[in-house]
């Protein structure tokens, strides 16, 4: 028996978004970051060096290495990087050829978003309720307005800011989820695509490195299709299955298949929770009000759908001991359900998740711009201070073009306070477009006034050059540098930015190698290992604990 939903919808009231202002928010939110830095450390920082190392030949693209050591993670996204960068080589920086993929991936993340929102809000389940003398939201109307506020969601969401914005496999992950979800939601409608996109979707999400993931969606997938009220997405199971075999044939062929589980502690718990409520900030907060207010329609595909999804990456955040970037690729399937909140919301929690954005992100705005004026002129005194202290040896410049842009952001901010709370009050997006105009207003902001000091932070650029500085300068490019046991984004620093060749396998001899880095958190700093003489001590900027040891074999004197 079909039950009622709890959608009353007007017909003003499913409006869309106007487009320039939706693409003009995805701009602000894809955009920064992308050109102007280098790569980061840590994961941002090991998966560029990777894919540097396979443009420029240094290593196999099959059975890709760095120091001598086999990468633990998917191929086909760097690949995906490695080929843009041998490309557009040498014309453009190869940190900026690499991110350009990575950043259409965000955007085509968005838009399969969108897509998926705009057919699962299509089925019959998911329309809302008709008045008894009209004047209810047109069908198609009504699901425009619905994914405006998904991509909305999506883009709202804290935990994807920086993740989204790295060049890292979990940004395929991500695109391959969503394109997974559009395959789903666009089978009643969109026959042959989504058998091409399911096709494709589940390989991809398993040759960028989570087999496991793509198996379960897929079972979780074929199961929602088997017991679907739509013979012809019955039919579609099948190719679901397809799908997920060829999965397993593609992680078998790429070697992906990797247990990366260390399993879950009761210790941990209080921690991922905590996790949760940050990461899936404010989606959360929609998605429970979605599932209790259509508690009833839990086996329908509007909620079916994303849920398997987001059950999916939060099982697997469990299994991985919480990890961030497992729990990413359930934000797509978050989106979905926070914005079919948004028909059921009441005046009174619209206006108040209103009012919190506002107050957060011009509050959030404020404290960026302050930070700014004091690193340029040096009042206020403390917060200039502190950022002397933190950042130590950063010398500020000013960019006009980064002041103009982030200018405009503010004013956009500005004019989008105005716009929301003096028009359009009755749009179903309305309770999400002060969230997501706020998290790329900050992010804008942050990757213009701020990029500086970050990148002189998080960048190795200048860690390297300290490095460079006690070798002697006729040392033969490639020469090599022992580094055992090195992290992936160490070893990556030191052969692009250093130019050096580097054996970090813990088994290899470091005699080999006429000098030897040793990084260190120890105190006292360890002795020189045998055959070797410590010559040079470096720190890393912003960086207080951590000490670089350069050591040179004895007889290369």
Not at 479 to 496: D, F, K, R
Request: aromatic share 10%; glycine share 8%.
């Amino acid at each position: 028996m079909n039950t009622p939903n709890p959608a009353l919808v007007t017909e003003r009231g499913a409006r869309a978004l106007p487009r320039p202002v939706l693409l003009l928010l995805c701009a602000a939110y894809v955009l920064p970051g992308v050109i102007g830095r280098d790569p980061w450390r840590n994961a941002d920082l090991a998966a560029f060096g990777q894919m540097a190392a396979m443009a420029s030949g240094r290593t196999s693209w099959w059975t890709p290495t760095l120091g001598g050591v086999a990468g633990d993670t998917g191929l086909l996204p760097h690949w995906l990087g490695a080929g843009v960068i041998a490309l557009l080589s040498p014309a453009v920086d190869p940190a900026f050829a690499a991110r350009i993929p990575f950043a259409l991936l965000l955007a085509a993340a968005l838009a399969l978003t969108w897509y998926t929102t705009f057919h699962l809000a299509r089925t019959d389940a998911a329309l809302p309720l008709p008045f008894a003398f009209g004047g209810e939201a047109d069908p198609v109307a009504y699901a425009r307005a619905i994914s405006d506020g998904a991509v909305l969601a999506l883009m709202a969401s804290l935990g994807l800011l920086q993740l989204g914005h790295e060049t890292t496999p979990e940004l395929a992950q991500l695109a391959a989820t969503a394109l997974f979800l559009y395959a789903l939601a666009s089978a009643p409608f969109r026959p042959a695509r989504s058998r091409i996109a399911v096709l494709a979707a589940l390989p991809a999400l398993a040759g960028s490195g989570a087999p496991s993931m793509a198996m379960a969606m897929g079972i979780g997938g074929t199961i929602v299709c088997i017991f679907s009220s739509y013979p012809q997405v019955r039919r579609y199971a099948s190719w679901i299955a397809g799908g997920a075999l060829l999965a397993a044939l593609v992680a078998q062929a790429l070697g992906a298949w990797r247990w990366r589980s260390p399993g879950l502690e009761l210790a941990q718990l209080p921690g991922i929770a905590r996790q949760w409520a940050w990461f899936m900030w404010p989606g959360w907060l929609f998605a429970l009000w979605t599932l209790w207010r259509w508690r009833l329609h839990l086996l329908h595909r509007h909620l079916s759908v994303p849920l398997v999804v987001l059950v999916v990456a939060l099982g697997a955040n469990l299994a991985m001991g919480g990890s961030d970037r497992a729990l990413m690729l359930g934000l797509p399937g978050l989106a979905v359900l926070a914005a079919l909140a948004l028909p059921t919301f009441r005046r009174s929690t619209a206006a108040a998740v209103d009012w919190f954005s506002m107050l957060l992100f011009t509050a959030a705005a404020a404290f960026i711009w302050l930070m700014y004026v004091a690193m340029q002129t040096g009042v206020p005194a403390k917060p200039a201070a502190n950022v002397a202290k933190l950042a130590a040896g950063f010398v500020p410049t000013f960019s006009p073009l980064a002041a103009a842009l982030a200018l405009v952001g503010t004013a956009a901010w500005i004019w989008l306070v105005r716009w929301r709370t003096g028009r359009h009050r009755e749009a179903l997006w309305k309770s999400l477009v002060l969230p997501a105009g706020g998290v790329a207003l900050c992010w804008l902001l942050t990757m213009t006034l701020w990029l500086p000091v970050l990148d002189f932070a998080r960048s190795p650029r200048l860690w390297i050059q300290r490095l460079a500085a006690h070798l002697p300068t006729d040392l033969p490019a490639g020469a090599c540098i022992a580094a055992p046991g090195a992290t992936t984004a160490t070893v990556a620093a030191l052969e692009y930015f250093g130019g050096w060749r580097v054996e970090a396998r813990r088994d290899a001899a470091p005699a080999a190698c006429p000098y030897l880095v040793l990084i260190t958190r120890v105190r006292p700093l360890p002795e020189a290992p045998p055959g070797y003489e410590r010559i040079a001590e470096v720190q890393r900027p912003a960086e207080r604990e951590e000490r670089t040891l350069l050591f040179r074999r004895l007889d290369a004197r």
